[in-house]
């Protein structure tokens, strides 16, 4: 057991074993993982443009609410490289290649390059795409970078990561299942796999911090209080569109989620939610005074977020993305 003048690194350094563990669980091996190409036409065989054409003929009928969700989420994760590059800046991981968190941060990244790839060429077969917009998007995301407020702390890093991939899970469930109401069996499908991987990510990732609880549990409340804070942005808050100023084209988006219901602000308590139960925060021992503070502050976070939902209104106004063609 650690104690309480523990230093972060000590911490991170006695969980190696621990993230080895999940890696062998929550990480798919290659051989055993699906890749995009099990889902979408294969352009070496004859039946290719028949397979195609029943693609576009399914897409013909998708909304185009849901067509912008599914741009924007394809350009959050198109900007893996930046997520990559982000996780090796956290301070205190080992550097060694074959630690177990470095080992971690590949495999999670090798996994998470199959989305963007499945989702960027479902959306080129589709015709409904202006592929130029979009990628243009993609390249300022990346060319921009963003800033994701973890202070390149691991603590507020995984606070993080936990709560994206399970906002990650929840979009990708709820776009699988308005793609199958739509008539797009195999976009649903698709994007079903995709959730599924989100979700073993999730998973992961409160892990981590349960773990971290165990051996820090005061600087692990603080990190969480102060991620709260200053609240969860999501990557794609930076996107933006050619000759669109920077900030807009975030609103429009969630807008847009919003309105066919993919991920709402009812969401973001959820999944708060779920964080305080899944790490048990109410019934935490061993904090100290801050630490007890800190829980008092998040404690009271999902009933005053509730407050807020309730008083919001499904936005109406309707905006032309330069992505859908
Ligand atoms: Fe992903
Ligand atoms: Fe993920």
Known sequence: MITAATSRVEVIKWMEGFVGEK??????TVEESWQPADLLPDATLETFFEEVKDLRERARDLSYDLLAVLVGDTITEEALPSYESWLMTIKGLPQDPDSPWMKWNRGWTAEENRHGDA???????????NMREMEASTQYLLADGFDLQTDMDPYRSFVYTSFQETATNISHRRVAQIAKKQGDNVLAKLCGHVAADEARHAKAYKAFVSKIFEADPSEMMLAFEDMMRKKIVMPAHYMRE????IGKTFGHFTDAAQRIGVYTSADYTDILQGLIDEWKIETLTDLNEQGERARDYVLGLPARFKRVAERMKAPSLEYKFRWIA
């Open 23 to 28: 890696f062998t669980e929550l990480l798919k």
């Open 242 to 245: 050619l000759g669109v100023d």
């Open 119 to 129: 989702l960027n060429r479902y959306l080129y077969l589709s015709g409904r795409i």
